[in-house]
């Protein structure tokens, strides 16, 4: 198996990727020679800071779901919509291509992020050893397509502002729409927290024992 950099007495740099021998660094002060950034040899309390920003947004999740994101006031009519029946009434009126770009970034994605994530985090802090590369390679996945989530609150921004031009109508964000961007950021910070570098950590120690 390939030796890993903390195996050969280097550390990787999280910013520039800059492998560094750990008799370079300064002792209370390690920074990267390179871009300057802090720099370790794991991230500190990876995993209890994931397990608390996954918590998290899975509790949120469930507001941002049942409350409305948005409140469409026209001609003095009120009608508010929370992200499942923004999708049923998007499919309703024939717009299917933009009901799937919004199921895909406010359900899809969302549910997808936690759930890989709580299987990552879950597999680590039970030493699963079951394919490591393939994990790995989840992990690299869900932190690339995380920002995407925010497409919906950015819809709802635009159209907003759109809307308030015309003067004909009012479209207000509302909790659902906090509870969902509150989501979006939290689960890119649990991605941000765990550290994929523990996957095989827990294999080398099984290994030595």
Not at 19 to 26: C, G, N, Q, R, Y
Not at 62 to 85: D, Q
Not at 95 to 121: D, G, T
Not at 152 to 162: G, K, N, Y
């Amino acid at each position: 198996m390939t030796r890993t950099a903390k195996e050969i007495g280097a550390i990787s740099c999280h910013t520039c990727h800059l492998l560094v021998p750990e008799d370079a660094l300064h002792p209370q002060h390690p920074h990267c020679p390179r871009c300057h950034a802090a720099i370790a040899s794991r991230k500190k309390d990876s995993l209890r800071r994931t397990w608390a920003f996954l918590i998290a947004a899975a509790i949120l999740y469930i507001p941002a779901n049942i409350y409305p994101i948005l409140t469409l006031i026209s001609f003095g009519k009120k009608s508010s919509e929370t992200i499942i029946s923004g999708i049923l009434q998007l499919i309703h009126t024939g717009q299917w291509i933009i009901a799937a770009v919004v199921f895909i970034a406010s359900v899809f994605v969302p549910v997808f992020k936690i759930a890989a994530l709580f299987f990552l985090a879950l597999s680590v802090q039970m030493n699963i050893h079951w394919l490591p590369e393939q994990r790995t390679r989840l992990y690299r996945f869900v932190e690339a397509i995380g920002r995407w989530s925010m497409i919906d609150v950015f819809m709802i921004s635009i159209l907003a502002a759109i809307v308030k031009l015309k003067a004909l109508a009012t479209v207000e964000a509302e909790i659902g729409a906090l509870a969902f961007a509150a989501v979006v950021i939290l689960t890119m910070l649990a991605a941000m927290t765990f550290d994929p570098r523990l996957i095989w950590d827990r294999i080398r120690e099984s290994k030595n024992d």
